[in-house]
């Protein structure tokens, strides 16, 4: 194997996991303990143990590599623990309150069935700017750019001098309509900058309309709220993993992953587009290994230690979310759609002593303490401790021997807060408690499916994680689905398929364009000459982005889509336009017909309505270059006999009883092998459970298929 030349890097809430690609997409991986408190730490290790794995040194590693790209979930968690910068928010007088009224949708998301019934325990989200560090200035645009009233500077004067007394370290300019013309608060944001310079203050600002120049206020305003509030902290981590990156020898800058599927610089301005780039990274490996092997209806299921992520891909068609809510705030923010629960290895368990209700969560070990069997402190049962007391996880080969893990202590712990509690004994306590977390994922994973209209026999389960194989087996069971696959590089999964990204920038903006079914020749020319000038300044705004990345404008490619509904719809399907130009009546109805093809592949062929006329809501373009990325290998079959791979044996609780389970080694398995439950196939990184009569077949891409029995 020649040297690798990219690094790929998941920080997930309890593991970091790297993955080393050399030119003919070869790859190993590594897995070491996230480090909340300094990301590059756990980054350094992961990546350490990748290059121990290759058996390289670390400034062999960094020296040599061209990409090194980064993803996980650092600036939501600042979101999530409200531990953001300082903030002031200047807007158009008389929507002062909209950051507390915000929207139906966010102020009600994340509550359960009952809670929506009974309102008496409903709350907002508790807002990132208080009604006092906000501030009104008279000024109006309306719906169509015009300028209805015009700034009245001195109230924006006064509106940052307050904001500077009071020592905010962001200020974000947001008004009405400026996402048609922002020529407004592009004059606000001058006379800011005046004050902030006279005041020698360290305050940066923030307008909407470069941030997301997108319809809706609320989501655009919490758009660049949220890039004002929690980007600082995590482009401070991404530089200090690019710093530590280049004193071990890189030579270039840290990529990191944006939330619709490209790469971009950790300087990139919009880095609030990156924040949940950990479990996106997890459907570009799924699209691109279902390409790979031709299969193209899969559901992809990605456990950790916190959460339990799933996404849909439906006939190639991955489902783009025009506006996802992220910690009860609804953004314009294009991202792949996720659906999450919260369900992994690190949940920690608690047993009420008086109702002996259990509860799943919703906290987790994550990786300090972590689980009480890794002895770094932790004193709450999780369900990976549970793993570890039925003899699922194997004490001594925990990240490939690395982690010793105290199965005793697991287990004294586990009996004195939840078997004692419950009266039952703790081997069936301990199965009790993986089987609770793998019905919700089970549930969970049959309302995704329900959800797209199509049979369970069409889909085919991706499963991966560092706790996917070890729970596949129980949250798979009884939906019907086509084929369940699971991979050797399972808990590298996120990480592999960051690596399949290439560089990317998007570029969009709001229109409303009203194509009637009858318009004739004619009125097609006016609606696509619109068109056509809005993708020409979009296409060359997101080549000079590109440009000034590093990349080479012959090696750029540039591809036009839009938003587009049934005239009278609530929701927009994004269609990749098939032309780069629309020049004439024809080149329309062209990209017309595309759109209905892409809203028939997603919902039904019945399910299209041409009559109602066709509306576009948003047009944009996408910029990318491409990077190596890793491949799989076709071999060829051999014997079904998987005794190469075998360790030996060792008991272990399943389906209510001891049994002796045959061990593997996960990586010696070849092509052709089939093994047979009760075994547990081993990795450094991953553990595969196979229940009794249940098999595992290796495929001629080294994929592993799951079978129930029965």
Not at 150 to 174: M, N, Q, S
Not at 287 to 302: T, W
Not at 394 to 416: C, H, M, S, T, W
Request: include cysteine; glycine fraction near 10%.
């Amino acid at each position: 194997m020649q040297n690798p030349i990219v690094i790929g890097i998941d920080a997930g809430g309890t593991m970091t996991d790297t993955i080393l690609v050399d030119k003919d997409g070869r790859f190993k991986i590594g897995k070491a303990a996230t480090t909340p408190r300094d990301e590059a730490e756990g980054f350094l290790q992961s990546a350490e143990d990748a290059a121990e794995a290759w058996g390289i040194s670390l400034d062999t590693l960094f020296s040599g590599v061209n990409v090194v790209l980064y993803s996980g979930t650092g600036m939501l968690n600042t979101l999530l623990s409200r531990t953001g910068r300082r903030l002031g928010l200047i807007t158009t007088k008389g929507t002062e309150d909209m950051i507390l009224m915000g929207r139906g949708l966010q102020a009600w998301s994340d509550y359960s069935y009952a809670d929506r019934l009974h309102a008496v325990t409903h709350q907002h989200p508790a807002p990132l700017v208080p009604r006092r560090r906000t501030h009104g200035v008279t000024e109006r645009v309306d719906q169509f750019g015009d300028v209805v009233i015009p700034v009245y500077e001195h109230e924006a004067r006064t509106a940052a001098k307050a904001l500077i007394k009071d020592k905010v370290e962001g200020i974000c300019i947001c008004l009405l309509f400026s996402h048609v013309n922002p020529s407004h608060e592009k004059r606000i944001a001058e006379i800011v900058a005046e004050e902030v310079k006279k005041a020698n203050a360290d305050i940066r600002v923030y307008t909407s309309h470069e941030i997301r120049p997108v319809i809706r206020e609320q989501s655009r305003l919490n758009s660049v709220l949220i890039e004002a509030y929690a980007t600082s902290r995590g482009r401070a981590q991404l530089e200090g993993i690019e710093a530590i990156s280049k004193s071990h020898g890189f030579k270039y800058g840290v990529q990191t992953l944006l939330s619709f599927g490209g790469l971009t610089s950790i300087k990139h301005p919009r880095l609030h587009e990156t924040m949940i780039s950990g479990p996106i990274g997890g459907i570009l490996g799924a699209a691109y290994v279902g390409k790979m092997i031709g299969n193209d209806n899969l559901v992809c299921s990605d456990m950790g230690g916190t959460s339990f992520d799933m996404g849909v891909i439906t006939r190639g068609q991955t489902r783009l979310e025009n506006e996802p809510i992220m910690d009860r705030f609804k953004l314009n923010l294009p991202t792949l759609h996720l659906d999450t629960i919260g369900a992994g290895a690190g949940m920690i368990l608690k047993v009420d002593p008086l109702t002996k209700k259990i509860s799943l969560g919703p906290e987790s070990a994550g990786s300090d303490p972590g689980p009480i069997c890794f002895g770094r402190g932790g004193t709450e049962p999780t369900i990976a401790d549970c793993d570890a007391i039925l003899g699922r996880l194997n004490p001594d080969y925990f990240l490939g021997g690395k982690v010793k893990l105290d199965v005793a202590k697991a287990e004294r712990i586990f009996k004195q807060k939840c078997a004692d509690v419950l009266g039952v004994p703790v081997h069936e306590a301990a199965e009790g408690m993986i089987h609770m977390l793998e019905t919700d994922a089970n549930n969970a994973l049959r309302r995704v499916i329900s959800g797209q209209g199509i049979h369970p026999s069409e889909f085919s389960l991706f499963s991966y994680g560092g706790s996917g194989p070890l729970h596949l087996a129980g949250y798979s069971r009884g939906i019907g689905l086509k084929d369940i696959i699971t991979f050797k590089f399972a808990a590298a999964f996120s990480a592999f398929g960051c690596t399949t990204a290439d560089y990317m920038r998007r570029h969009a903006v709001s229109v409303q364009i009203d194509i009637p079914p009858t318009a004739d020749d004619k009125a097609l020319s006016v609606f696509g000459a619109k068109v056509n000038d809005i993708w020409v300044d979009l296409t060359a705004r997101a080549i000079t982005e590109m440009e000034e990345d590093g990349h080479k404008k012959s090696k750029i490619r540039t591809e036009p889509f839009l938003m587009m509904r049934y005239t009278g719809q609530l929701e927009d399907v994004e269609v990749i336009a098939p032309l780069r130009a629309v020049k004439t009546p024809n080149d329309l109805k062209t990209v017309i017909a595309a759109f209905e093809d892409v809203y028939e592949k997603i919902n039904h062929r019945v399910s299209r309505y041409g009559q109602a006329g066709f509306s576009i809501a948003e047009l944009g373009v996408v910029a990318t270059a491409d990077k190596v990325k890793p491949v799989l290998i076709k071999h060829d079959l051999g014997a079904a006999d998987p005794k190469a791979a075998h360790k030996g044996k060792r008991r272990v609780y399943l389906s209510g009883a001891w049994h002796v389970a045959e061990i593997y080694e996960m990586d010696d398995l070849q092509p052709g092998n089939e093994v047979v439950g009760p075994a547990i196939i081993e990795h450094p990184a991953t553990t595969l459970v196979v229940h009794p009569k249940d098999r595992v077949r290796i495929d001629e891409w080294e994929l592993l298929h799951y079978k129930h029995a029965g």
